[in-house]
């Protein structure tokens, strides 16, 4: 069975700064998809980005982006230029590439924008 | 957005009494899934449906039930809810098939039900 792990219950940055949240997964499988949610506190979840196992160039969206590190299972989300707007819980999760596409989560990390 | 609501949107019963949530989307995706989110653990999955009247176990399925009778609704049953029941659900739908268009990868989530069991 896959486990999705976040190391960081909490993270605290600056408005302006840059953050990263860790995130490690274990998994058998060679194609997979894994994917980043934001949770803001109306608890509507939002897909940030995702990434496709097979594809090596690291994806990106406007101001978050991630380093893929598939031999050591590694799915890391780098926000630059932090917002106010981007405080909320973020989860890492996986889906394989085949079969009924359910979502494994990791714990979630509780990031704070301070102004 | 995508068209998914849940009802209710928020629940306080009893241990003991049955409940029922209810998904329904109108987006004609043919998977849907319930997940409960509980502090330190993440959303987990409850069950998913990849049909109408096709449903598979998840991760913490005991005490759960599901039904699918029409593409557009999931219902969730505490058939006697219990205090570690308290939680949030959410329910998702994808549709993995996109004909030309490749693969869909995504799920679309709805806003949630905080369900309280005393």
């Known amino acids: 069975a896959q486990t999705v792990t976040q190391s960081q219950p909490e993270m605290s940055v600056q408005e302006a700064e840059t953050v990263t949240l860790s995130c490690t997964y274990d998994?058998?499988?060679?194609?997979?998809?894994l994917f980043w949610y934001k949770q803001p506190p109306s608890r509507q979840m939002i897909l940030v980005i995702r990434q496709e196992a097979y594809k090596q160039q690291n994806a990106t969206e406007n101001r978050f982006s991630v380093n893929f590190q598939k031999a050591a299972k590694s799915f890391s989300l780098k926000i630059s230029d932090s917002q106010l707007g981007d405080t909320a819980m973020y989860f890492c999760a996986f889906m394989g590439w085949q079969g009924a596409q359910k979502l494994v989560f990791g714990q979630g990390t509780r990031l704070t924008i301070n102004p | 957005d995508a068209g998914i609501t849940q009802s209710p949107r928020h629940k306080v019963t009893e241990t003991g009494t049955p409940v029922t949530l209810r998904c329904h989307q109108t987006e004609n995706h043919r998977y849907m899934y319930w997940y409960r989110q509980d502090p330190g653990h993440g959303l987990r999955l409850i069950h998913y449906s990849y049909g109408v009247k096709d449903t598979d176990k998840g991760e913490v399925s005991d005490g759960y039930s599901v039904s699918r009778s029409k593409t557009e609704d999931f219902l969730l049953t505490l058939e006697s809810a219990t205090s570690s029941q308290t939680s949030v659900y959410f329910c998702?739908?994808?549709?993995?098939?996109?004909?030309?268009?490749?693969?869909?990868?995504?799920?679309?989530f709805g806003p949630g039900t905080r369900l309280t069991v005393l």
């Open positions: 998702a739908i994808s549709e993995p098939y996109l004909g030309t268009s490749g693969r869909g990868d995504e799920q679309f």
């Open positions: 998994t058998s499988e060679n194609n997979y998809y």
